[in-house]
């Protein structure tokens, strides 16, 4: 009997089913595209600049470096900001300088050097006076020897366009006395005096001045011997440029 054929039939897998929406490979052509078209928008922005702020800038930058040119569009374009704002630095600059030999003429004068001292930064002069030249122990009432302090100041602020901070410093210790609960009222009072003798006996705006009580946190030397606590009570009057960022 003949052998029959054997038929054997591989079933096949179907395949699997099509992801949707886009291919993956669109994605990073899409974004290849985006910044080829970012990179010739900024190549596009920088053949666009403006002549007449080129030429501001170039005028600026000469007059800062003492460089002066007639142009002949002088008149149609206008003075940039940076070079009004380097003139105002430099008269800002010589208006300390002379604030500050003032304060130091004053200081000699008086014979205030071993109560008095000054400190001078970018936006102002400090003049530091000792409580012993401005008050009693434990008290905000003024002593004598603190007028002409005062009217120095008044002086100064009457002829400068000066802003004036009032700082009131104690040494931290506890208080003997009972009118003043802590340091923090007694080194505030005594700055609101100072300003209120100032308020009384000039015509200077209130919006320039300012006062404020720090107690015993600005000490300038520990306060761990009697001289360093004699150090630490003062009252500080710092001149302040008009116009700076924090008044």
């Known amino acids: 009997m003949p052998e029959e054929d054997v038929i054997i039939i591989e079933q096949v897998e179907d395949p699997p089913p099509r992801e949707e929406g886009l291919p993956p490979w669109m994605a990073t052509f899409a974004d290849m595209v985006t910044l080829l078209l970012c990179f010739f928008v900024l190549l596009l922005s920088f053949t666009n600049q403006d002549i007449n702020n080129f030429q501001m800038l170039m005028g600026a930058m000469s007059d800062a470096f003492g460089v002066q040119k007639e142009r002949s569009d002088a008149r149609e374009i206008p003075y940039a900001d940076t070079s009004r704002q380097f003139k105002r630095q430099v008269e800002s600059e010589n208006d300390i300088k002379q604030l500050a030999a003032s304060l130091k003429k004053f200081i000699q004068d008086e014979s205030l050097t071993g109560e008095a001292s000054l400190s001078v ?26 007028i002409s302090v005062l009217v120095e100041v008044i002086k100064l602020l009457n002829s400068t366009p000066f802003n004036l901070i009032v700082r009131g410093h104690t040494d931290g210790e506890d208080l003997n006395e009972q009118l003043f609960d802590t340091n923090w009222e007694l080194s505030a009072t005594r700055a609101a005096a100072c300003l209120r003798f100032i308020l009384e006996h000039s015509s200077v705006s209130p919006q320039r001045l300012k006062a404020v009580g720090l107690a015993g946190s600005k000490p300038l030397v520990p306060s761990t011997t009697a001289a360093n606590k004699a150090l630490n009570r003062r009252v500080e009057f710092y001149f302040q440029a008009p116009g700076a960022e924090n008044w």
């Open 121 to 146: 930064d970018n936006t102002g002069v400090m003049l530091r006076v000792g409580n012993k030249a401005m008050f009693r122990p434990g008290s905000s009432d003024l002593m004598p020897e603190s």
